[in-house]
């Protein structure tokens, strides 16, 4: 059996660009109209539980169909506290946010149809951090309704720390990259409810020959304490 190292160091150097990380793992099914349920939280941080082969390694690879992700601290951070997603040619997508950025090539959903429930679930895989340290557990969650282009029932919850973010989201898809509107946010931890107002910046694109998977990126901010905040990049399948 190959040697499982983990994937992601919390130190990287910030003069390396990105770090390859392969998500090789089932694909999920594509059942539709799936129950409107958290699937079961996913222990899948940048420190331990992302894992590669020595294989993989040197070679840039994950399980949506042959189309490669490649994600990790960024080299030059952007000064803005937004999502922000560019072509960067051959056809790839870059997706920042803050001090993460993620490579990939996007699905074209122009001929995509029908309702699907996205979900984190054991397959899915994330980074980043925020003030209170590293991300130890992320859960999200959205309905996209691709004949219409709209998505509804997002929700988003991130533990970091002795913080733990929540907010709700929609959106739709505009150009294959997907713009969200987040609402209700809160921010709380073991003594109670620190905030109900956050700066929140959302997005993501899907990719995958059915789009069966959606990267997504975060920045929330607690707007009544700036020094609160969390960001990084997520999967989600469907």
Do not use: C
Not at 14 to 22: C, K, R, S, Y
Not at 81 to 91: A, C, R
Not at 93 to 100: A, H, K
């Amino acid at each position: 059996d190959p040697t499982l190292v983990p994937a992601l160091d919390p130190t990287l150097d910030p003069a390396l660009d990105i770090e390859t990380v392969d998500t090789a793992a089932p694909v999920p099914s594509e059942d539709e109209d799936e129950d409107d349920v958290l699937p079961p939280r996913g222990r899948v941080s940048a420190e331990l539980s992302v894992y590669r082969t020595e294989e993989s390694r040197n070679k840039e690879k994950n399980n949506l169909n042959g189309h490669s992700i490649s994600w990790g601290r960024w080299g030059n951070p952007a000064s803005g506290n937004w999502v922000v997603i560019d072509s960067i040619g051959e056809n790839k997508i870059r997706l920042t946010t803050g001090d993460y950025t993620a490579e990939l090539l996007p699905s074209d959903i122009a001929d995509l149809s029908g309702s699907f429930v996205y979900g984190t679930n054991v397959a899915s895989s994330f980074i980043g951090h925020g003030s209170a340290g590293a991300i130890d557990s992320l859960i999200a969650q959205m309905n996209v309704e691709f004949d219409t282009g709209q998505i509804s029932g997002g929700v988003l919850q991130i533990i970091t720390g002795d913080q733990t973010w929540g907010l709700e989201f929609s959106g739709a898809i505009s150009q294959g990259s997907v713009q969200l509107n987040g609402v209700n946010g809160r921010l709380s931890n073991s003594t109670g409810i620190l905030s109900t107002d956050l700066n929140s910046s959302l997005g993501g694109a899907f990719t995958g020959e059915k789009a069966e998977a959606f990267i997504g990126g975060f920045n929330l901010i607690d707007a009544n304490n700036p020094a609160n905040n969390v960001q990084g990049l997520y999967t989600m399948e469907r």
